[in-house]
């Protein structure tokens, strides 16, 4: 296979530019960055996600390549997500763009504040 090219609007890498940009994509590898995590840890974790969302989210990063599901025979039966290596290869990235968000929130939220100011 070639490299894709994202300014193609035919091109798969926009399908993969979606799931690594959604945010909750982003919080499940942050929050799987030390190891496995059960469904309940994560939903904890990442404050604000519904389980359906999250459900949703686990699901298709799992299709993706992006993390595994391990389900444990016990009673209640346990479930693990884990980073694959693909999904690991996202860490430096993410956490890139979260240490950029992190150290400009001020100012994107006041460059957003003026401009609604701006538009009332």
Not at 76 to 83: A, D, F, G, H, S
Request: aromatic letters at 6%; proline letters at 7%; one cysteine or more.
């Amino acid at each position: 296979m070639t490299n894709g090219d994202a300014f193609d609007p035919n091109c798969p890498t926009r399908l993969v530019l979606d799931r690594i940009g959604d945010k909750w994509s982003v919080l499940v590898v942050l929050s799987l960055r030390h190891g496995p995590k059960r469904f309940t840890e994560l939903r904890d974790m990442i404050g604000g996600v519904t389980p359906k969302v999250l459900t949703q989210t686990l699901r298709a990063m799992a299709a993706d390549g992006l993390l595994t599901r391990e389900v444990f025979a016990e009673v209640p039966p346990r479930v693990e997500y884990t980073l694959t290596p693909l999904g690991r290869s996202l860490q430096e990235p993410i956490q890139a763009i979260t240490d950029w968000a992190e150290q400009y929130v001020t100012e994107v939220m006041a460059a957003r504040e003026t401009r609604q100011g701006q538009e009332r």
